[in-house]
């Protein structure tokens, strides 16, 4: 479009929603710039960062001027404003119903479960210097339990994908976050047999594009193991 900017993106790719954001531009080969904001530098406090979005967090997309934070957002706004196939975020009224009941349950759960994982077992120890409480990642597992539960027996009970027979921005938001606690070298999905099967829909629904958004997670890893 003439005199139109290009999309422009504010990730960091140690957050999960961040990759979920890159993967879905990448995947539907929409025109993006990205700029990194490194999280663990602080720089989503800078004023320029902070001019943009008050609560200092990624992601932030600026689509021509329009700039639009949360991930969820985000998503449902590319989704539905670009040119990308139905089945990421459904015109059928019933179908994106369903996206949008995963979605709206999905960050009091998945999100929050498995980030707990990461964050007691990862990030608490490297910012503070302390050993890592292994109560504290017993107590997020357990939880994380529950949640893992209910992908299986809820959303996956009779379908292929959390929300019908394709990918949509539900898994997507999803296994990005499922994924993070492989940071610390803890595969979460190893004795979960339904969702590793799920897992590996999604990856190859992603193709190149997933694993490109989770190199930095998978050194992380690999740092962890040594």
């Known amino acids: 479009m003439a005199g139109r900017k290009a999309l422009k993106v504010y990730l960091d790719l140690l957050s999960q929603p961040c990759r979920a954001v890159l993967i879905f531009l990448k995947?539907?080969?929409?025109p993006h710039a990205v700029e990194y904001v490194a999280l663990r530098k602080g720089e989503q406090r800078s004023p320029e960062f902070t001019k943009l979005n008050p609560m200092q967090k990624v992601p932030?997309?600026?689509?021509n001027g329009f700039v639009l934070t949360e991930s969820d957002?985000?998503?449902?706004y590319l989704a539905t404003t670009y040119n990308v196939p139905d089945h990421w975020y459904p015109k059928h009224p019933e179908r994106r119903a369903r996206v949008d009941e995963y979605t709206a349950w999905h960050h009091m759960n998945t999100r929050l479960h498995a980030a707990k994982v990461f964050i007691f077992e990862v990030l608490l120890p490297r910012v503070t210097g302390q050993p890592t409480d292994a109560g504290k990642v017993d107590k997020a597992l357990a939880e994380l339990e529950g949640t893992l539960d209910k992908l299986e027996n809820m959303f996956l009970k009779r379908q292929a994908f959390l929300c019908g027979d394709d990918i949509s921005?539900?898994?997507?938001l999803a296994i990005c976050e499922l994924m993070?606690?492989?940071?610390?070298?803890?595969d979460i999905l190893k004795d979960r047999p339904k969702l590793l099967t799920w897992k590996s829909r999604v990856q190859s629904a992603l193709s190149d594009s997933f694993d490109d958004a989770h190199s930095?997670?998978?050194?992380?890893r690999d740092k962890a193991k040594l």
């Open 180 to 186: 993070q606690p492989l940071g610390g070298g803890r």
């Open 169 to 172: 921005l539900a898994d997507l």
């Open 27 to 30: 995947i539907n080969k929409l």
């Open 60 to 63: 932030v997309m600026d689509d």
């Open 73 to 76: 957002a985000i998503l449902k």
């Open 216 to 220: 930095v997670l998978y050194r992380l």
